[in-house]
């Protein structure tokens, strides 16, 4: 009897503890175990997303957000920042439609649980803007892109730097629009930003007139881009304290300004010899300054016709090996293939002339070319090895090729010609769209298979 109560005893342990087991791990986890796995799932998305790993970047960010959500529910400001990682995770992918509508939700949630005016709103709108230009619907980014650049103004002034990326951002929705006025206007503004923020002859003003250079540059706007480099250089000249190489460099810059335009050999060439003058008058040595001038010097002449002139040049390169041996492999490699210092461009895209292009599609196309250099940088021998469409563009590219100018190899310091080069070319061209018409099916009498 004693012992059959033992029994009954030890088996009611043993229920207890299994219930009590189940009940622990059925338990839900705590509030403050689901704010430290908050804090942990938002570290490992930070290091995603650092580390340039999106896609599972996006996992970690919804579950995050849902977490968030669980936690202090949908309305609170805490989901501000989980929604803007989402979204931005969703545009590095290019997922565009999801970062837009993430970013909207982003924007709808501060303007409810704050105002319309709080600079919170810039980031979620900013990638609004980008996201509408990703998937081309410009007039729509501009307008996003406004508002963020409004709230800016109202928050920190005209001047304030903070504001250089939307009028980046803007630029390239101008761009999209192909409204080249509205596209000038966010690059000059941030010059009139740099000198009203720093002052107007602060040497970090330069970098703002270097970054409105490049735009010219990429935007063909060689006249706008070398009166900027005139201004640069007139800063610099004037500046005690100025780098001996950042003159240079804007003398080049300069220099190949008027190469590119191609009409006179003078302002061309006439900065690079200033540029050497300045080196000459430094009591320190620039030998690989120096190298950088020369070889401008002659793919300037070269480019010109001034075969003579550039070979002087190429030479004075060479010679810079005695003064310092430690340039011998860089001016090798510098000379080892040709170089294009005259670009006459193969078109990429090839259309009808006046016909009408709503009837069609483009399609890509390729050329390939074999031909040999001249010791003058000439091509010469120049063969269509291959093209599809088969005699689209062979005369177009020929020309190009024709016209181009290279800087010659040297090996040793002498003068090479160049044999076999190649190069392939890849285009799209404007193709007809054809009607497909259903095959004609006559009615006639089958075979006999008895004949």
């Not at 000249?237 to 008027?258: A, M």
């Not at 599609?361 to 010469?380: E, L, M, N, V, W």
């Amino acid at each position: 009897m004693h012992k059959h109560h033992s029994r009954i005893y030890v088996n009611l342990l043993v229920i207890a503890i299994c219930c009590y087991s189940f009940e622990s791990f059925c338990q839900e986890p705590s509030r403050d175990e689901l704010i430290q796995k908050r804090v942990e799932l938002q570290k490992s998305f930070v290091t995603l997303y650092d580390e340039e790993r999106y896609q599972p970047g996006v996992l970690i960010a919804t579950e995050i957000l849902s977490l968030t959500e669980e936690l202090f529910g949908t309305d609170s400001t805490k989901m501000i920042s989980p929604l803007n990682n989402l979204a931005s995770a969703y545009f590095m992918i290019g997922e565009y439609e999801k970062a837009t509508e993430t970013f909207f939700r982003c924007v709808e949630l501060i303007e409810n649980t704050k105002n319309i005016l709080t600079p919170e709103l810039i980031q979620p709108l900013n990638g609004i803007g980008l996201s509408l230009n990703r998937t081309e619907q410009y007039n729509q980014a501009v307008e996003v892109f406004k508002r963020a650049l409004h709230i800016n103004y109202v928050n920190d002034g005209f001047y304030n730097l903070d504001q250089i990326d939307i009028h980046d951002s803007l630029t390239e929705s101008f761009i999209g629009l192909e409204d080249l006025d509205g596209a000038n206007h966010h690059q000059e503004f941030q010059v009139r930003i740099y000198k009203n923020h720093y002052g107007t002859e602060n040497q970090e003003v330069d970098t703002s007139l270097q970054k409105l250079a490049d735009w010219y540059k990429r935007s063909g706007q060689i006249f706008s881009e070398r009166l900027i480099y005139e201004e640069i250089y007139k800063r610099q000249s004037n500046r005690q304290n100025q780098t001996i190489k950042d003159l240079v460099n804007t003398l080049k810059n300069l220099s190949f300004s008027h190469r590119r335009e191609g009409l006179d050999i003078y302002d061309s060439v006439s900065p690079l010899k200033k540029a050497l003058q300045r080196l000459e008058d430094d009591p320190d040595n620039h030998f690989r300054l120096k190298l950088e001038v020369l070889l401008d010097l002659g793919d300037t002449y070269f480019s010109y016709g001034k075969v003579q002139s550039g070979m002087q040049a190429y030479q004075e390169c060479w010679g810079l090996i005695e003064e310092d041996s430690s340039l011998k492999t860089e001016i090798e490699n510098r000379f080892s293939e040709p170089v294009k210092v005259r670009n006459i461009r193969i078109p990429r895209i090839y259309s009808p002339g006046d016909e009408s292009l709503e009837n069609g599609y483009y399609k890509q196309g390729f050329i390939s070319i074999r031909f040999d250099i001249d010791t003058r940088g000439r091509a010469h021998n120049i063969k269509i090895i291959e093209s599809d469409p088969d005699g689209l563009l062979d005369k177009e590219a020929e020309l190009a090729i024709k016209r181009s100018v290279y800087r010659p190899v040297h090996i040793e310091g002498e003068i090479q010609p160049s044999k076999d080069l190649i190069t392939r070319h890849e285009f799209q061209y404007y193709a007809e769209e054809q009607a497909i018409s259903e095959p004609e099916i006559l009615d006639q009498p089958l075979e006999n298979p008895m004949t």
